[in-house]
């Protein structure tokens, strides 16, 4: 089976590591720490905790990116679309 049209990927969260590098009790120790941004948002918002990838195994300046897919008739992600396109067919069809 083969689906018509192909959902388009939209990138809606990305991030940088970027240690704080006055941490530590005496302000000397460079902390690792994500600084993530999200469509929509106006800032970044600053984590330490993992966010399932720990800073700490990563250099500074690594970046990351999560894309999500948009449907290819009303543009809207798969827990918001509601025109009907077949996501279930198409995941198996993606993933078979």
């Known amino acids: 089976m083969t689906l018509a049209k192909e959902p388009t990927m939209h990138k809606t969260m990305w991030g940088e590591m970027k240690p704080d590098i006055y941490g530590g009790k005496n302000a000397d120790e460079h ?45 809207m992600t798969p827990n918001d679309c509601c025109c009907g396109f077949n996501w ?9």
């Open 31 to 75: 902390t690792p720490q994500w600084f993530i941004y999200a469509e929509g948002d106006m800032d970044s918002d600053t984590i330490s905790d993992p966010l399932q990838l720990d800073p700490k195994h990563f250099p500074p300046g690594t970046r990351i990116e999560i894309s999500e897919p948009h449907c290819p008739e009303c543009e």
């Open 88 to 96: 279930k067919a198409w995941t198996e069809e993606k993933y078979s």
